[in-house]
């Protein structure tokens, strides 16, 4: 069953997304405001609402570590927010200054992906805030996009009704024409991917102004390249569908409508389970957690209705396991949520303080606090500097620090490799490389410590792993190698 959770009245406007993470809802507005709340009990946050855009607010995403949320705006502005204090990291104009109608973020958070009223995309480097690549994707308004769970691609649909696939420099891989009739409001991949053969397959989400939510599975082969199939056509909503999003397993899939309900249906089977009609105008948004069987509805009637669905203690059972999973995959289950799951360079001075209370270094966090180190001018830090300006005289001390910024640094320039050099498990530079069961190559250490959970199936494509044999890959350690003496 589906219950009713909350339901927040603050925007006085109408609510044309909502998102959520493991930690916050927001949701955005035409009366500029982007709002947050906790998931905890969905009090809003003290810096909310987030007041810098000077139009209505088309679209917000968060990223995937949670740290940022981004926002888009008739005002040509996608907005980057801090997740921690709500401040404005970065302002990013459209290089055309068109109206941005939706954005979102690559798995890896590298990447924001935007799509504007011009039929163009543009994409920005999330670390240097700068632009990567703007190029015409449509000849109409694109409304819709949203990346792979590989992140190696991402998808567009327009107000022409095509959906459009491409890599992640904007490369074309596959177009399916007349995919929605009168056009595509929305699309969302599946976080789950499945492997046959040698074929990736992935499923992908659209709505449209034929009042149609599809099902599609994009395959994905070594040697015949990419295509497109209809899995289901689902036409329980009687006006166009503005919105949908998969839940974090895959199994439900949520869409909004014109007709003013919000549906739930069995991804797996294309059968519906819910019609929820609570909501008195135009469904507009919808999105799940990322942890658990819980989805916001956002509406014309100003409102963003919270909904869980079974059992509440189940639910939160697995949110716990879901985190505690999540953890593992991330981060090899060493390190905490918070600073660790940022680039080094992003750091705040709170994040550094964190950082040294957690490698045992308390008795320097007042000394780093009045200096006012943050993560960029950490990793600078050399051994006269620890004498000199922080007073530590302990030959010990100095070197337990000075091999934590090491290895610090060493993080930085994982940031910088490239992506196929990184292990999927814990997006670090690969030091020993090798070969599973399921084709792809991890860090050796990373892999194992999968392996020897109960869980056993690979880590990319969720099948089960028909063999515990690591091969390994000395080409490409060998990359590696000359790679890194390069830089």
Not at 7 to 29: G, I, M, P, W, Y
Not at 200 to 228: C, P, V
Request: charged content about 20%.
């Amino acid at each position: 069953m589906a219950s009713l959770l909350c339901t927040l009245q603050d925007h006085r406007d109408d609510v044309n997304c909502c998102a959520l993470s493991d930690r916050f809802l927001a949701s955005c507005s035409g009366d500029k405001t982007v709002r947050v709340y906790s998931c905890e009990d969905f009090s809003e946050l003290r810096f909310s609402p987030l007041r810098a855009h000077a139009y209505g607010v088309h679209c917000c995403c968060f990223s995937s570590c949670g740290r940022y949320l981004a926002s888009c705006s008739t005002d040509a502005r996608t907005i980057i927010w801090s997740t921690s204090t709500g401040a404005a990291v970065a302002a990013l104009e459209h290089p055309a200054r068109a109206p941005v109608r939706v954005c979102a973020f690559s798995p890896d958070t590298r990447c924001l992906l935007s799509g504007a009223s011009d039929g163009t995309v543009a994409i920005w480097d999330v670390t240097s805030k700068t632009l990567q690549r703007c190029a015409k994707v449509s000849e109409g308004t694109v409304l819709a996009c949203c990346f792979s769970p590989c992140g190696q691609m991402f998808v567009t649909g327009s107000t022409l009704g095509e959906l459009h696939l491409w890599t992640r420099s904007v490369g074309p891989l596959h177009t399916q024409r007349e995919a929605h009739d009168l056009g595509v409001n929305c699309c969302h991949f599946s976080p789950q991917m499945s492997l046959d053969g040698q074929t990736i397959k992935f499923r992908l989400a659209s709505g449209g102004q034929d009042n149609q939510l599809r099902i599609w599975i994009i395959s994905q082969h070594a040697t015949t390249g990419y295509e497109m199939s209809l899995l289901y056509t689902l036409s329980a909503q009687s006006a166009p569908v503005l919105s949908c999003a998969f839940s974090f397993d895959g199994q439900l899939l949520v869409s909004g409508s014109v007709d003013k309900t919000v549906t739930v249906y069995d991804a797996n089977h294309g059968e519906l389970v819910h019609t929820l009609t609570q909501h008195d105008r135009y469904v507009t948004a919808c999105a799940f957690s990322p942890c658990e069987l819980m989805f916001a509805s956002g509406s014309m009637d100003k409102t963003v209705n919270i909904w869980r669905i079974g059992d509440g203690n189940a639910q939160a059972s697995l949110r716990m396991m879901i985190r505690k999973h999540f953890l593992f995959v991330v981060w090899t289950g060493s390190k905490p949520l918070g600073y660790s799951r940022t680039l080094v360079s992003d750091w705040s001075e709170e994040d550094v303080c964190e950082w040294l209370r957690d490698e045992g270094f308390e008795a320097l966090v007042d000394a780093f606090r009045a200096h006012n180190i943050d993560g960029a001018e950490l990793v600078t830090l050399n051994t006269e500097t620890l004498t000199t300006a922080f007073n530590i005289e302990s030959v010990g001390l100095r070197g337990r620090v000075l091999r934590k910024i090491k290895d610090l640094r060493s993080s930085l320039l994982d940031s910088d490799s490239p992506d196929e050099f990184l292990c999927p498990i814990t997006r670090e530079l690969m030091k020993d490389p090798v070969i599973a069961a399921d084709g792809y190559s991890y860090e050796r250490e990373a892999i194992e410590s999968w392996i020897n959970t109960p869980n056993r199936s690979s880590p990319m494509t969720n099948l089960p792993l028909q063999t515990t044999i690591l091969t390994a890959n000395r080409s490409l350690k060998m990359a590696i190698q000359r790679w890194k003496s390069s830089q």
